[in-house]
């Protein structure tokens, strides 16, 4: 099965990837991989950090020179700042009166989406935004309710879905799956589902076949890109009201990990539609947030300790390392071919490599807060040109990985 973990590595335009931003949800190629993690242990700078007004569980996106942060107040307003990458320097801000409250407060949860001279934002109550990435000016603006009659209500915890570019296409979550042009916010193909969920979705190239999959309220399942088509359909265990990890998709294979369902890997039909018969199982890793990413052709994941699969044996646990605090709770994992960077939820990152017989732990940073009981990291990290972007409750930092020991 080795063949198959390959992963096909296009851009939100469907093309390569040639530069080094983090545009997105879980970064170029949605899928937690960067080719700058070096290979050893980094020395880190920071380059500065600017005061944030909240906490705010949203990701970061970091592309063209730039870093786009979502913020919140808890109040009345959210914000989303752009800062210059390498100096800091705030270039503009935009607010957007809220003035709700929802559990976890109202903030944004949604990872911002970078996109040819743009970016795309959506609030936790559905408000969606197209800025000018240069001038912060408004390009367009969508309403959940309004546009997409997503009803009153918002989902109990906020619309989290990131905003994701495919193929020239934006796809959103307000109910039903949409995709609109990025440039003018019209819509393109509706989709109906059974509702929303919390789940980012991710791209897929199998074959021929271009679809996005993700969960809605019900189901998981792929649509295509260019029509909106749903090609195939799984019920899933929602019992508990939410499922948030993002499908991982590697070459031909379908990796799916939630807390209220054990772990599966399921492979694609030559026409993008799944093999319901699971390849592999795994009962270990119950991720309530984290999505699991893969180091080389090793599944990792985050379930009272950092876990290790083989996706090539069915999904048998190779070992797992709970002496960490990082890996206690909640964390993201970014990853390259043999090594990864863990981003535990007090602001700490263990960089690791990880094995079939052992996580060897390169060594480990504090990158930002977390102090307090209540002080927890939920949002993504960005690494875009060298530069780890981090955030907590009060700054976001720039932490510069000293090009020493980059690898050659």
Request: a neutral charge.
């Amino acid at each position: 099965m080795l063949a198959c973990l390959c992963r096909p590595a296009f851009s939100a335009d469907g093309g390569g990837i040639s530069s080094p931003d983090w545009p997105g949800w879980r970064g170029p190629t949605h899928d937690g991989q960067c080719a700058e993690i070096p290979t050893a242990m980094p020395e880190l700078k920071l380059l500065w950090k600017q005061r944030m007004a909240g906490r705010c569980n949203a990701g970061l996106a970091a592309a063209d020179g730039v870093v786009v942060a979502p913020d919140s107040d808890g109040r009345r307003n959210d914000y989303y700042w752009c800062f210059d990458g390498a100096t800091g320097k705030e270039l503009w801000h935009a607010k957007v009166t809220n003035g709700r409250q929802m559990p976890y407060s109202s903030a944004p949860r949604a990872t911002p989406c970078i996109y040819k001279g743009k970016v795309i934002t959506v609030g936790a109550f559905g408000d969606v935004h197209c800025y000018d990435l240069k001038t912060g000016k408004s390009v367009w603006e969508k309403n959940y309710r309004k546009d997409f009659d997503a009803g009153n209500k918002p989902p109990e915890w906020g619309y989290a879905v990131a905003p994701l570019i495919f193929d020239d296409k934006l796809i959103l979550m307000p109910g039903d799956l949409v995709a609109l042009d990025p440039n003018t916010g019209q819509t393109v193909w509706r989709a109906k589902t059974a509702g929303p969920n919390y789940s980012s979705f991710t791209p897929a190239v199998v074959g021929s076949v271009r679809e996005v999959i993700g969960y809605d309220a019900a189901t998981v399942g792929g649509w295509d890109i260019a029509s909106g088509k749903r090609l195939w359909s799984m019920p899933i265990d929602n019992s508990k009201n939410y499922t948030v990890p993002s499908p991982v998709v590697f070459g031909r294979m379908l990796l799916l990990a939630t807390e209220s369902d054990k772990a599966r890997l399921y492979g694609f039909a030559d026409d993008g539609t799944i093999n319901t018969m699971p390849l592999g199982e795994n009962r270990d890793l119950l991720p309530e947030i984290a999505t699991p990413t893969l180091q080389g052709p090793l599944v990792l994941g985050i379930s009272r300790g950092l876990i290790c699969l083989d996706p090539n044996d069915k999904l048998k646990r190779l070992w797992i390392q709970d002496k960490e605090d990082a890996f206690q709770d909640m964390a993201h994992i970014v990853a390259t071919s043999d090594r990864a960077m863990v981003f535990g939820d007090r602001g700490e990152m263990v960089m690791i490599r990880a094995t079939r017989e052992k996580c060897e732990v390169l060594g480990r940073a504090k990158l930002c807060g977390g102090q307090g009981k209540d002080a927890v990291v939920w949002s993504h990290p960005a690494i875009a040109a060298g530069v780890i972007f981090v955030r907590d409750e009060k700054y976001l930092y720039a932490w510069r990985m000293l090009p020493a020991k980059f690898d050659k």
